[in-house]
């Protein structure tokens, strides 16, 4: 890692070695000194005198379509006590980004320096940020070097790369949400499981507490996908105006987990109903350079199309299964998201009241989802995507938990 991050290593070299976990994998102990490594490759910050209301606990989410949790579960947590400093990143290919649904905010600076992070968390409790130049360089040479390589979808590579961002940022604790299903980056149970037990597990060897839940990603999470439009939807959950039960269901199960590592005694449902975690974001917003009326005046600020488009269904009927994949890469197509990492992305477009397995749709006013695009032709081809995206019969499905499993480590 020390080559890696001062460039006596070739980009041939850390390719050869990425290659070489890719076919033959490693051990625990050799996960565990990776992450490690990477983690000490750049600043590690230090909270112990920065003035935090409590521990400082932050999630992570492996990824998936409509996923807002983080803009709840940070100020949720926040309310209850809790420090949380962030680091999330943008989106790639169908699975959106927190920091893009972020900076559809007018003003909202992903990327501030450390000292505006402290000032915010300390204020707030919460900051929701991109990674610094400073925080394990290390792991955005090694991501580059594995993107042109095909060497990203290897277990140790990815626990390593997610740990070494969380480790840098000083945390006491960490909870995984690790997606399972079609829309997820893990699409079967047992890779789930896997990515899951190794997160755990290799954060505990660098002295990280940590917990994982393995949640649903068959369906939409919430009723948006598309960057504002998703912030949209966390602003009403936060406020009281109308939340997802799933979206809100899986919130909270992180929320309850990560304040029992950090030894807070609080109700995250508490916290969520009393509007103090409303007033977190509204301040962490504020903070870091948002409008300080976002709450109350949500529309005045964010962005949006002049074109929104029912996407009908071929049939009426019952949805009984949803290409979850599909639908992220409908939302690519209509510019929400970036298909390479140089792409910029279009914050207003997107899909709302999107339907869920178990719901009926029809030809008339059941739609599968509204599309907001730029343009007609854009949102027509929107609504051929869906349509195929869609499975309409005639039963309903089995009901699946949006929380599948708990896991806690296995070391000792």
């Given amino acids: 890692m020390r080559g890696l991050t001062n460039g006596t290593l070739s980009d041939a070299q850390v390719g050869a070695f990425a290659m070489a976990v ?30 935090l209301p409590g521990p400082a606990l932050d999630k992570h ?12 579960l940070a100020p949720i ?20 980004g927190t920091l893009d649904k972020l900076e559809s905010i007018p003003g909202y600076v992903a990327t501030p320096g450390i000292d505006r992070l402290r000032a915010v968390v300390a204020d707030a409790g919460c900051a929701i940020v991109g990674q610094t130049g400073d925080l394990a360089p290390a792991d955005r040479r090694l991501y580059a070097i594995r993107d042109a390589t095909a060497t990203v979808e290897s277990i140790p ?8 961002k969380k480790l840098a940022a000083g945390l006491d604790a960490l909870v995984m949400d690790v997606k399972v299903g079609s829309g997820a980056f893990m699409e079967d149970l047992g890779h789930a499981r896997e990515l899951a037990g190794a997160i755990v597990d290799t954060a505990l060897g660098n002295a990280l507490p940590a917990r994982a839940l393995i949640t649903d990603m068959d369906r939409v999470l919430g009723r948006t996908a598309g960057n504002a439009l998703e912030v949209r939807e966390a602003i009403d959950a936060l406020t009281g ?17 990560l304040l029992a590592l950090g030894r807070l005694d609080a109700d995250p449902a508490a916290a969520l109903r009393s509007g103090a975690a409303a007033e977190r974001f509204a301040r962490m917003v504020a903070g870091l350079g948002g409008p300080a009326d976002l709450l109350e005046a ?34 690519v197509e209509l510019g929400g998201g ?32 509204i599309v907001h695009a730029r343009d007609a032709t854009a949102a027509e081809r929107a609504a051929g995507a869906l349509r195929a995206a869609f499975t309409v019969g005639d039963e309903p499905p089995a009901d699946v938990p949006v929380v599948r499993e708990r896991l806690e480590p296995r070391a000792a």
């Fill in 157 to 164: 590579l990815i626990v390593a790369s997610i740990l070494s």
């Fill in 338 to 369: 970036r298909r390479i990492e140089a792409d910029g992305v279009d914050h207003a477009v997107g899909l709302s009241e999107v339907a869920a397995p178990g719901e009926r749709v029809g030809r008339d006013d059941r739609p599968l989802a």
């Fill in 22 to 51: 890719v076919l033959k994998g490693m051990t625990a102990e050799e996960r565990v000194a990776l992450t490690g490594a990477m983690m000490r490759s750049g600043e590690v910050l230090d909270w112990s005198e920065a003035g």
């Fill in 241 to 257: 105006a109308e939340a997802d039960p799933r979206l809100l269901a899986v919130t909270l199960e992180l929320s309850r987990e």
């Fill in 298 to 331: 949500p529309d005045r600020h964010l962005p949006a199309t002049s074109v929104a488009v029912a996407a009908l269904a071929d049939r009426e009927g019952i949805v009984t299964a949803i290409d979850v994949r599909a639908i992220g890469l409908a939302v």
């Fill in 61 to 72: 989410s492996t990824g998936g379509v409509g996923d807002k949790v983080s803009l709840l």
């Fill in 77 to 96: 947590v926040a309310a209850c006590g809790g420090a949380v400093p962030m680091v999330s990143g943008r989106g790639l290919g169908h699975t959106g």
